[in-house]
């Protein structure tokens, strides 16, 4: 590994818990260097090994905690009363990464890392049997598609699943659902799977022939 930029190590002090969390130090700190993301997440401007210039999000570990266990971890959030020292550092990696440095999440080109010393209770509030993530946003659902036959059509329809409705409401324990059939001459199956008022799972299948 060879290092082409710096590294400066913060003891952390009484003055410095007025920033509450190890993410509004960070942007204390580098004021000019550090970006928030729509999802309100840090990054630094920095170069791949193939010389592009994009987003690069830093790394985190903490001293005496194995790597494993980090990713519980949402570091962003650990209180400053509870971190003994910051340790940064960008660094550039002029060939292929160790194996160490994989397993931490370095990559050839800049990094950017942060380790922690941290007080003996610091990490109570994380569950390490759980592991952290973002989720991209939510998925909304779509409407499935069904053909709608107003008129003559030759288009041949080899549609193999030939309707779902995730929502269906009735009415005295019953509902209307009409479809049209594929081309091919099959049976299809039905299925149907609800829950009751009173939150009691219910579900039937029926099956019908097309000639």
Do not use: C
Request: no cysteine.
């Amino acid at each position: 590994m060879h290092k082409v930029y710096f590294d400066t190590t913060f003891t952390i002090t009484r003055a410095d818990y007025k920033l509450k969390t190890l993410y509004d130090y960070i942007v204390e700190k580098y004021p000019k260097d550090a970006f928030m993301d729509d999802k309100h997440r840090l990054y630094f401007h920095g170069y791949t090994y193939d010389g592009k210039y994009t987003k690069m999000y830093p790394r985190f570990t903490a001293v005496g905690v194995p790597v494993y266990q980090t990713r519980a971890i949402i570091f962003y959030d650990i209180p400053m009363d509870q971190i003994i020292s910051v340790h940064f550092e960008r660094m550039n990696l002029s060939q292929r990464p160790s194996i160490a440095q994989q397993t931490t999440g370095f990559h050839m080109g800049d990094n950017f890392w942060f380790e922690l010393q941290l007080k003996p209770h610091a990490l109570d509030q994380f569950d390490f049997h759980t592991t952290n993530f973002d989720v991209e946003g939510y998925y909304e659902a779509r409407t499935f598609y069904s053909p709608q036959y107003n008129g003559a059509d030759t288009r041949p329809d080899y549609r193999t699943t030939i309707n779902w409705q995730p929502t269906v409401s009735t009415v005295n324990g019953e509902a209307t659902i009409s479809w049209y059939n594929a081309d091919p001459r099959t049976k299809v199956r039905i299925v149907a799977e609800g829950i009751t008022d009173r939150g009691v799972p219910v579900s039937g299948t029926l099956m019908y022939e097309v000639k």
